[in-house]
């Protein structure tokens, strides 16, 4: 029977998300968004990070 090992994680990481979707038209819709996590990897010596995007959706 093989050993297991069991890894304990001391910290929680937690991913915050905004968002908002704007319309310019009936066709194009652009949605700027933020995420940000925290003690990635549940680690909490591990540096915050930071993402910011764009996103295009055009419909037809």
Known sequence: MPNLVVRQ???NAYHIEA???YRLNDN???TPG???I????NDS???TQYVGVI???FDF
């Open 9 to 11: 994680e001391q910290d």
């Open 19 to 21: 968002f908002y979707r």
């Open 28 to 30: 194009i819709s652009v």
């Open 34 to 36: 933020f995420w940000m």
């Open 38 to 41: 925290l003690n990635p990897e």
């Open 45 to 47: 010596r591990n540096d």
């Open 55 to 57: 996103r295009t959706t």
